[in-house]
């Protein structure tokens, strides 16, 4: 296929660089037995809930998944272990204080335990034989947490009695890996389905998650008392990719709500507080004195940066043993609510997910996306415009906000400052689409609709699910959907928005291709999919921009001129191989 013969030399050069990004090792050791079988059932069972499109299996609601995740959190403890340890005798050490449910191991620069008892009390047990470790040089700040390093007695007496604890791997697939599970697979759809399995996060890393705010939780509530902190973004809401980072609410509306509704009597009794001017400065006051706390007391928080001034401030840290990069805000709750939508959105088909986290590594491997803030597009707008643009199908695959607003019931009537986030919750009572486009008619349908869509005249909306006209001048206008007035995509600047085109108008094309030349599995060529994710000939060309500007139709025409007469060899490297990118 001719496109992808293009400049394969610096394909492949860019290639080699992006599968040298260092990763945290992050292996997870399955546990023989009962608890590992547990671990496996609950994972397909949840995975299938999560999954499942044709309505059959009963789906929890959001709000129930979280509260469940939090309580299960809530009896968790995370254990830091020697690198050789008999697994039996540390479950049998442990199970003295309470019946273990689950337990998991991984490494992340060391060997941690998750351990998941029955009880909550059985956590107090083991806290309460827990000594603050004395120091020779350094002095520890004693703090009671659910964080423990666990130590042997007699290391030498226990070396002969160390099981062979087995690994399972919990990072993302290397690039090579991926290269070949897309290059073997039957069509473009698989291909899809299987980017979406390697890459969504696992049950294991979903606790992990969970576990972290909760003992995030354990260190604000040391000053705020019966406060909570809920993870929202990606870790929530279907579409995070392993590695994504980790976005904690801390959330203090539950402090003094609890008795309201008890109080009798002639009289009401309320907290003495101080006050602040406004709403922002008391989260700035909030969010600066969790910031201290985290960095001066908080077992395995690194790197704390306060970042108060941001339009939605917040605390930026890394928890090390979990290897979660972590943005801590408060007062933040319409974006916990878009993380509901977004989960209900990825619950009600199957082919959403798939696209979404397809679309979201197509613009990680072109550097549309960015980890550093700045001009370039987001993943929670890649997300909005998939949304979009699968309910501008026909028939739609999935319904309009305003849709789901008028399923809602009184129950799911939800005000936040002013703005109306009503929506059904219960997945259950959203008929499924009849649409049956194949993903690969998606996927090539996406980026020809993006490709051509008049970004300098149209808004992208999904309460309404139609493009409306554009509010404002930011080159890419993509409505907040709970406050509408504002745009998600405001950053944007019109050269990452031309990027973004052309990289659509070029996928597109590739895919137009597709049935004409698709290689052989056994000669290992990416296609489909896999082409899509290597290098483009549109960076290479706006490179070239930059030093002679051309009218727009020749350097086109120029442009398919070279992927036409671009000769076969440039196709492969040495080994006769080529690379996929894959770093998302
Ligand atoms: P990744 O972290 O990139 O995997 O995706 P994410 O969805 O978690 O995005 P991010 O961490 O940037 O933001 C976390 C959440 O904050 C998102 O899921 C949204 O709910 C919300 N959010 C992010 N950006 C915006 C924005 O520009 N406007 C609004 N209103 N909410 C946003
Ligand atoms: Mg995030």
């Known amino acids: 296929m001719a496109a992808r013969r293009v400049g394969m030399l610096a394909r492949l050069l860019l290639c080699a660089q992006r599968s040298q990004v260092l990763r945290p090792t992050h292996r997870l050791l399955s546990c023989p037995g009962t608890v590992a079988a547990d671990v496996k059932r609950e994972e397909q069972s949840s995975r299938s809930v999560e999954t499942d499109s044709e309505g059959r299996t009963p789906k929890k609601k959001f709000s129930e998944l979280q509260k469940e995740r939090r309580e299960q959190a809530q009896r968790t403890v995370l254990i830091h272990c020697p690198n050789k340890i008999s697994e039996k005798k540390f479950l049998k050490y442990l199970s003295q204080h309470g019946p273990i449910n689950n337990h998991f191991f991984y490494e992340s620069f060391g060997l941690y335990a998750v351990v998941e008892f029955c009880q909550k009390e059985s956590v107090t047990s083991l806290q309460n034989i827990t000594r603050t470790p004395s120091m020779d040089t350094e002095a520890a700040i004693p703090f009671k947490s659910r964080f423990f390093n666990l130590k042997m007695k007699n290391p030498s007496s226990q070396t002969s009695e160390q099981s062979c604890i087995q690994c399972s791997n919990h990072s993302p697939p290397s690039s090579k890996k991926l290269s070949e599970l897309l290059c073997y697979a039957e069509s473009i759809d698989?291909?899809?389905?299987?980017?979406?399995?390697?890459?969504?996060?696992t049950e294991e890393d979903i606790k992990l998650r969970y576990l972290t705010c909760s003992l995030i939780e354990d260190i604000a509530a040391a000053y705020f008392l019966d406060c909570t902190v809920r993870p929202f973004g990606s870790s929530v809401n279907s579409f995070g990719k392993l590695g994504c980072d980790l976005d904690m609410f801390l959330d203090l509306d539950e402090i003094g709500k609890l008795n309201t509704n008890k109080t009798s009597g002639n009289f009401l009794m309320e907290f003495q507080v101080k006050s602040v001017p406004s709403e922002r400065v008391a989260?700035?006051?909030?969010?600066?004195?969790?910031?201290?706390?985290?960095?001066?007391?908080?077992?395995?928080?690194?790197?704390?940066?306060?970042?108060?001034?941001?339009?939605?401030?917040?605390?930026?840290?890394?928890?090390?043993?979990?290897?979660?990069?972590?943005?801590?805000?408060?007062?933040?709750?319409?974006?916990?609510?878009?993380?509901?939508?977004l989960y209900i959105y990825g619950a009600l088909d199957s082919r959403v997910r798939a696209m979404v986290f397809s679309i979201r590594c197509w613009a990680r491997a072109h550097s549309l996306t960015s980890s550093i803030p700045g001009s370039w597009i987001t993943n929670f707008s890649l997300t909005m415009m998939v949304i979009f643009f699968l309910q501008r199908r026909s028939p739609p695959i999935l319904p309009t906000l305003d849709y789901l607003k008028t399923l809602a019931d009184a129950e799911d009537k939800c005000i936040i400052e002013g703005h109306n986030c009503t929506f059904i919750r219960d997945l259950n009572r959203i008929k499924p689409s009849g649409n049956t486009e194949t993903l690969e008619s998606l996927l090539k349908e996406f980026f020809e609709y993006f490709g051509n869509f008049a970004f300098n005249k149209?808004?992208?909306?999904?309460?309404?699910?139609?493009?409306?006209?554009?509010p404002e001048s930011s080159p890419l206008h993509i409505q907040n959907p709970f406050e509408t007035s504002l745009n998600i995509s405001k950053n944007v600047s019109q050269s990452q928005l031309q990027k973004f085109v052309d990289l659509a108008r070029e996928s597109a094309w590739i895919l137009s291709q597709e049935d004409k030349d698709r290689p052989s599995p056994s000669s290992n060529q990416p296609w489909g999919l896999a082409a899509l994710l290597l290098p483009s000939v549109v960076n290479s060309v706006s490179l070239a921009k930059k030093k002679r500007k051309k009218p727009a139709s020749e350097r086109i025409k120029n442009l398919l001129e070279s992927i036409k007469s671009s000769s076969p060899e440039n196709d492969t490297n040495t080994n006769g191989k080529r690379?996929?990118?894959t770093q998302a």
């Open 579 to 581: 690379t996929v990118s």
């Open 458 to 470: 149209n808004s992208i909306n999904i309460r309404q699910g139609r493009e409306q006209n554009k």
């Open 283 to 341: 989260t700035q006051k909030v969010l600066s004195v969790i910031g201290e706390c985290l960095d001066h007391f908080g077992p395995g928080c690194v790197g704390v940066q306060k970042i108060l001034n941001a339009r939605c401030p917040l605390v930026r840290f890394s928890h090390q043993a979990s290897g979660f990069q972590c943005d801590l805000t408060t007062n933040n709750r319409i974006a916990l609510k878009s993380s509901e939508l």
């Open 190 to 201: 698989d291909q899809l389905n299987t980017l979406l399995k390697e890459f969504q996060l």
